[in-house]
């Protein structure tokens, strides 16, 4: 178990967090009653035979997406991609459960397998050995990443490169952290099925001299179509790529209420002033107009590139393409609260038939977790303190 809570980056310990809750981190929140609706399921959790077919999978269930300071580990990764399943929200809580009952998780070095994978962060000008070992594999791999410029070999395309890595193979790729900015890395081979199952995940250069805002935090949002990921696990349902039907949306893997869980979650933990920096990756086939309630904010990152200040304004919606990487940046001036995070395509803000639920978080401020309003949002995600 991480010492921190709240989304990736984040700097909010557990003993902060419990302070700040006051008796809620007390409360035995298991099993309490909360909003369901026996119609509005989400694809996956309604489906009975999946329920039951993946709770007697032998597959282990997929954690939350770790940091790895790739400098302190001396410039090399082991990347490793294995089956597991994946819970975007396991109560029946809000249009519960959700779950993908395959997916293909990255891992790092011995860490768990997670999706999104592994958050790479480097500094500029260093270089990465980034090693896929695909060793106990099944199926072939190939990890590409965005935005760095690297030699031809490395760009991680089988088909334009002839290097692909087999099952019981491993192969290193040099990727050079030479274009500072938040970036996009994913398998390569049958790209259109290996997104889809989650071979996915940021990686981060941060430019020489960097300096970090009082909290920072990494999002990244999905559209899923879990049609293949219960072909995968052997549902006998038919997926085709060009005729996608996305029912799952996630922030950081989860569909809200489980995106507030501290732990399993990604709430956005701030204090009263607060600058607060949010590194968003949309990882999916979509578009998703991210909207934060009651802040207005500025993009100061795109795909690598600094926004000049001449250019940036304030806003509450930055609409995020597929593989684009919009960086923002605000300050928590607002009343202490809780204020929604959300895709603005309101049809993505929902478990199913649920709302609200999917493609949603929120800004949670210290001062307003003592509250009753906040209990039952823990109760909701299924925080147990």
Known sequence: MSNYVGAPGSTVSRREFLAATGSVG?????GCAAPTNGDGNAAVGADETTVSQTSESALPYTSPPEVVQVDEQGGKVTLKSAPARHAAHPLETMGGPVELPQVWA???????PSVPGPIL????????????????????????????????????????????VDPGEKHTYTIPANVPGTHLYHCHYQTHRHIEMGMYGILRVDPKGYEPAD?????????WDSRLPRQMAGENVAYDPRNRKPDVFTVNGKSAP?????????????EQDDTVRIHYVNAGYMSHPMHI??????????????????????MDVTNIAPAERHTI?????????????????????MNGGFYPGGMLGGVVYKEAMDTDIFAKLMEYAGYEG
């Open 106 to 112: 990255f891992s790092a070095d011995d860490g768990a």
């Open 258 to 270: 489980r995106t507030l869980h501290p732990e399993d979650g990604s709430p956005i933990i701030v």
């Open 329 to 349: 940046e605000f300050t928590a001036d607002a009343q202490p609260g809780i204020y929604l995070m959300h895709c603005h395509k309101v049809n993505h803000v």
């Open 293 to 314: 309630h009651n802040h207005r904010f500025q993009v100061v990152e795109k795909d690598g590139g600094v926004v000049p200040e001449a250019a940036r304004h304030d």
């Open 121 to 164: 962060r480097t500094t500029e000008g260093n270089d990465m050995e980034v090693t896929l070992d695909n060793t106990d594999g099944m199926r072939p791999h190939t990890v590409h990443f965005h935005g760095v410029r690297k030699a031809w070999k490395d760009d991680g395309v089988p088909t334009t490169t002839g290097i692909r």
């Open 26 to 30: 007390a409360l035995g929140l298991a």
């Open 215 to 223: 909290r920072e935090y990494f999002m990244t949002v999905r559209d």
